[in-house]
């Protein structure tokens, strides 16, 4: 076709070809597609074949990384590299390519949505068990799941709506009001009980989250 010069493969624009489905950033991913199958089209057949492979292989290689696909379905995607050779337009490679970086994200993000429930249902176990530890925080619960505090915070955050210490603040709360309407331990140990040090703190906060100290609170429960 035209042109003298021989078709140099574009690295580059394959390589943040990847790193958009790395990310899931399907917009991108497509339009990385048609900048490379633009660039190709003033080349030979036989380059534009080359290019259409390294296309698929730069998405196999992220797919390989991910177990979002399933072995059947990574089969399928193999043939599709080795048959993309008989596909003669530039469509019918977008439309092939986009096809599986979809199939690809969906099911990476249905993984995502199962993992993130799961490290959420991790840290409420967590909580529960040890409301009673005064050092139970952020810090201490990233250190029994081996993961960095910052991705505690933040993911919990992210998945809850509602920050981890707000979390743990509220369920010693609850803990207590638990306890003054079912048991005749004196406040300070009740207190103590739910994982608050400082007495003064906790009846502050008590007061500022319920409206009343906590003898109106157990005295207002008595009364019932």
Known sequence: ??????YLLPDEELRR???????LNGPAVEESIR???HEVRPYSYEDFVFLSQNILH?????????????????????????TVKWIE???????????????FATAAEERSGQRLSAFVGDVR??????????????KSISGRLKISVNYVRSTFKAATGESLSSYITRLRIERCKELLEASDLPVKAIAETAGFRNHNYFFTLFKKQTGQTPQ???????MK
């Open 125 to 138: 176990s967590i909580v529960a068990r040890d409301i009673g530890d005064p050092e139970l925080c952020a």
């Open 17 to 23: 070809l990847g790193e958009n489905a790395r990310l």
């Open 1 to 6: 076709m035209a042109g003298e010069d021989p």
């Open 35 to 37: 900048t490379l199958l």
């Open 89 to 103: 337009t530039t469509d019918d490679v977008l439309a092939r390519a986009t096809e599986w970086y979809r199939r």
């Open 58 to 82: 730069a998405l196999e290689r992220v797919f390989a990384e991910s177990s979002a696909l399933n072995e059947r379905e990574r089969m399928r995607f193999r043939t599709d590299v080795i």
């Open 216 to 222: 109106e609170y157990q005295r207002r429960i008595s």
